[in-house]
């Protein structure tokens, strides 16, 4: 029910945002994205509130600062594990009572865990609101857990990674290169957990991690929708002030070591049908980067892998025929340094080596050449104009805001989306792909069928 895998929505996926012109000059970028509204509880609570009257809904999330990465060494898999438990009991509610009651008055709920933060949501009518957020609130303070409940749900999370991930040969691959990217750092343990740490969790564990983390003063209350902050603020202290603040840790994360090799992780399996190649870089997040970096490799992104004409599909696929796919994606929002990555499904009859090496000649050709200034200008007004539709969507923005603050930026940053976009050079792409693609100690997985039974 509840997701396991990292679920991030970076500002470069902004069909959901916003774009501004000037008055005076069409083709001029203000700042602005959702121009939500805030304000913050006398408990610390952070409150968000982005405003859309077309519809008497709204999306109701409370984000916590806290994700896989902040997990004690030992214990993988307890923050989303926790979040699993958090549709249980409290003083108030029956386990599963949460779920049942939002349906019944025409909702849907659901949670996720990333690797720097956990979420929950509710789509709700307007006036089902209160009702939502009277219960979040609730569970906020007062979950109760006992072995009969916590048990048999250990073994729900096990059978999800059995079936998300250890059956699944490209989610093994993917699990394999991203443990071989970060040898040291968390982000390189899955989010769900190791098998044999998540067959140790306990009823304790669960408790401590709850303890540690889930206070009000650690949340980010985020209602985009059918309201204002003045009508939302009355609720807000009646349900979430009213929770006392407590002392939470610092993020202390481990450097990752540096690494001067390239490393290859290549899965031969019986299952698998359709071979893949992919390869990634580390890269800055928004808030490990400087100047422009994080902004820069998102055109570069768009460049290479915006579309039917972009770089990687039209020499792959198009014009060499080696390739049926060929991607290069990057996703900005971390509390550490993120990756960038790369990859192909080869065409029938293309041998892996030969696409790799067809990758390889891509990246290179960018790396002496750099980009072209039609190319970047043609990638930054794609990227303007998919924001254009902000008011279709309601958890987009909720979704989008609560990813960037729960890791470090702050709203200015997330509304200044556009200037920074539309501010990008050639000179910044090709800075920025030369200092991260130019890196040499890049991990490549190859996925490829094996007749006969797994090894």
């Not at 970047?376 to 279709?392: E, G, H, N, P, W």
Request: aromatic fraction near 8%.
């Amino acid at each position: 029910m509840h997701a396991a895998r990292p679920f991030r929505v970076t500002l470069a996926l902004l069909l959901t945002a916003m774009l501004t012109l000037t008055a005076g000059a069409a083709s001029a970028v203000e700042k602005g994205v959702f121009f939500p509204e805030t304000f913050t509880l006398g408990n610390g609570m952070q409150v968000v509130v982005v405003t859309n009257r077309r519809v008497p809904v709204v999306t109701h999330m409370v984000w916590y600062r806290v994700g896989s990465a902040d997990e004690p060494r030992g214990v993988s898999g307890i923050a989303h594990f926790l979040e699993h438990l958090m549709f249980k009991a409290t003083d108030k509610l029956a386990p599963g009572a949460f779920s049942r009651i939002v349906a019944k008055n025409g909702g849907r709920d659901n949670a996720f865990t990333s690797y720097d933060y956990t979420a929950y949501f509710q789509n709700v009518a307007r006036d089902r609101l209160e009702l939502v957020m009277s219960m979040e609130a609730d569970r906020m303070a007062n979950l109760r857990l006992t072995d009969a409940v916590v048990l048999p749900e250990r073994d729900v999370i096990i059978e999800e990674r059995r079936q998300r991930t250890e059956n699944e040969p490209a989610d093994r691959l993917g699990e394999q290169v991203n443990a071989t990217l970060y040898v040291h750092h968390p982000y390189g343990t899955p989010v769900i957990g190791w098998g044999p740490e998540m067959s140790r969790l306990t009823r304790a564990d669960a408790e401590s991690f709850y303890r540690t983390w889930y206070a009000p003063n650690n949340a980010i209350l985020i209602v985009a929708g059918d309201v204002s902050a003045e009508e939302l603020r009355p609720l807000a202290e009646k349900y979430y002030g009213v929770i006392p603040a407590r002392p939470v840790p610092e993020r202390v994360r481990v450097t990752e070591p540096p690494m001067s090799a390239a490393r290859r992780v290549i899965l031969a399996n019986a299952e698998v049908r359709q071979p893949s190649f992919r390869r990634s870089w580390l890269a800055p997040s928004y808030r490990t980067a400087t100047g422009k970096e994080a902004y820069a490799l998102q055109v570069l992104s768009e460049i290479m892998s915006g579309g039917s004409d972009s770089r990687l599909y039209r020499a792959l696929v198009v014009e060499g025929r080696l390739a049926t796919s060929a991607f290069l994606g990057y996703g900005p929002s971390a509390w550490d340094r993120t990756s960038i990555t790369g990859g192909a499904v080869p065409a029938p009859g293309v041998e892996m080596d030969t696409l790799e090496r067809a990758f390889e000649a891509q990246i290179l050709r960018l790396l002496e050449d750099g980009v072209t200034e039609e190319e970047v200008a043609t990638a930054r007004k794609r990227m303007l104009a998919s924001a254009a539709f902000a008011l279709d969507s309601l958890s987009g923005p909720a979704q989008a805001l609560g990813s960037a603050l729960a890791t470090g930026q702050s709203i200015d940053d997330v509304e200044s989306w556009p200037v920074r976009i539309d501010s990008v050079t050639k000179a910044d792409v090709d800075a920025a792909a030369r200092a991260v693609l130019g890196q040499t100690n890049h991990v490549t997985g190859l996925l490829l069928p094996k007749p006969g039974k797994d090894s």
